[in-house]
């Protein structure tokens, strides 16, 4: 009898064992780093942009939409490296080839981005925002809709015509103006896949920022998309 009590007590003790090393351990997931942009010798240098994330083609068309209330919160280095790569920057780094098309390859489009720290231009083979004026122009973006002023930061996307090999204004104009709607499509696919809001906006004081980025007639700021978190 005594033999059966303790082989009982033995099994018992071995099956709560088995239960303990069965038990699933839960492991926390690290918080994705936050890097606060930073400029220095006129360049924000970017990180290498996060394209491992993971929503849905599908789910981010479904839920595609201008949004135009901003949190105050800023950008940080993360969000806005894979922001810009997403919206134009090099995908096949073998021959330079962007994630937007652009007709004959031109590559015509150049982004802007203008915030508290001044105005950058976005370089794509560096990965990173040159300093171009101290100047913050979100109030001429914004122009007469003052609501794109109160976004973090916007991205201006001006069409170089020069890079077309066309002597006809109008069917360079008509290309730059179609290849900056594949930035802007990027860029809300982008803006939808990580919960950030954004509004396509041809509204802006082109004049106004024409001689501040100091462009050519032929640089045409075609199109803005201010940008932050939801507020």
């Known amino acids: 009898m005594k033999k059966i009590f303790l082989f009982c007590l033995m099994a018992a003790c071995f099956a709560a064992c088995q ?21 220095v010798n006129d360049t924000i240098h970017l990180v290498q942009p996060d394209t491992t994330l993971t929503a849905s083609l599908m789910h981010t068309l479904a839920h595609r939409s201008s949004i135009r209330e901003y949190a105050e919160t800023q950008l940080d280095n993360e ?104 930035v802007s499509q990027n860029i809300y696919l982008y803006c939808t896949a990580s919960n950030l809001a954004t509004v396509a906006r041809g509204t802006m004081d082109k004049a106004a920022i024409q001689q501040a980025l100091q462009l050519t007639d032929k640089q045409i700021p075609m199109l803005n998309h201010p940008v932050g978190y939801i507020k």
């Not at 303990?20 to 400029?39: F, I």
């Not at 004959?104 to 203008?114: E, F, G, H, M, S």
């Open 19 to 39: 239960q303990n090393n069965t038990q699933t351990t839960v492991v926390e997931q690290p918080e994705k780093p936050s890097t606060p942009l930073q400029v």
């Open 79 to 182: 969000t806005l490296s894979t922001l810009l790569w997403a919206a134009n920057g090099i995908n096949r780094p073998e021959n330079g080839k962007r994630t937007a098309p652009s007709a004959v390859n031109a590559q015509d489009i150049v982004l802007y981005v203008t915030m508290d720290l001044g105005t950058f231009i976005y370089l794509p083979e560096k990965h990173a925002l040159q300093l171009v004026s101290t100047t913050d122009l979100r109030k001429p973006v914004a122009s007469t809709q003052e609501f794109a002023a109160a976004a973090p930061l916007s991205i201006i996307l001006v069409s170089d015509l020069t890079k077309f090999p066309f002597d006809d204004p109008q069917r360079t104009t008509l290309l730059g103006a179609m290849d900056a709607g594949y």
